[in-house]
């Protein structure tokens, strides 16, 4: 690189972190999800040595407050699509339901049920989906043609006048941009609830939607392809 009079050669990076977000070279994004795995779980280890007593109500205030934002902050970047990936996040929320003395002998799906705690990976599928609705309302400083390529005047839809034109893509990394994953499911959703006055009334459209196709207790994720096929 050339700099007025003077020459500087760049520095080759493995990683770069923006905004809390650890950005690897193969796009991955690997390194950031070990990395908020492990702070999670090292928060896990606190309040295990801290809490003498842990009864359901207090495990959650306390799980949702500190530990959890750890493992969602930012997903709709980095949302995993490797199955070790999804495993790594979803085993810290499964230690940490373990924490419960009256619920840790249950199986992890019975803890959350128990505890209404849908999988991590289900929370990430809704959260993506609130976030589309936020753009194609104007609650987000992005315009729609501007992230993705509408299907307003293809002829011929079904269901909602918001429809997206799910791109082909060769590539996994390609296949798990936000904009290519989120087509299949937002464009199922029905007109009532894509048309929601308001972000709150959308979140119980689709937790109504969801809830009747998935099972959010043992939705663990999986490939791109199979999360937004159902």
């Not at 050669?9 to 193969?26: A, I, Q």
């Not at 196709?213 to 392809?225: E, H, K, W």
């Amino acid at each position: 690189m050339t700099e007025g009079n003077h020459s500087r050669n760049l520095k080759e990076m493995d990683d770069e972190k923006d905004l809390g977000v650890l950005f690897d070279k193969s796009l991955t994004f690997s390194k950031h999800i070990g990395a908020i795995a492990n702070k999670a779980t090292r928060i896990l280890g606190v309040i295990k040595r801290t809490f003498d007593y842990m009864d359901e109500e207090t495990f959650k205030a306390l799980y949702k407050t500190m530990v959890r934002p750890h493992l969602e902050y930012a997903n709709s970047v980095w949302c995993p699509y490797l199955k070790r990936d999804i495993n790594k996040l979803e085993k810290v929320q499964r230690r940490a339901t373990k924490i419960v003395p009256s619920l840790r002998d249950l199986p992890y799906e019975t803890r959350l049920l128990l505890l209404d705690l849908p999988t991590l990976a289900y929370r990430r599928l809704r959260g993506d989906l609130i976030q589309v609705f936020k753009v194609m309302h104007g609650f987000q400083d992005v315009h729609p043609d501007k992230l993705c390529d509408m299907s307003r005047n293809v002829k011929g839809l079904r269901g909602h006048d918001l429809k997206i034109n799910k791109e082909r893509s060769t590539t996994r990394i390609r296949q798990n941009n936000f904009t290519q994953r989120v087509c299949n499911v937002w464009n199922k959703l029905p007109a009532a609830v894509v048309h929601s006055h308001s972000t709150n009334i959308f979140k119980n459209g689709i937790d109504e939607y969801l809830t009747k196709n998935i099972d959010m207790y043992s939705f663990a994720g999986c490939s791109p392809q199979d999360i937004w096929k159902y």
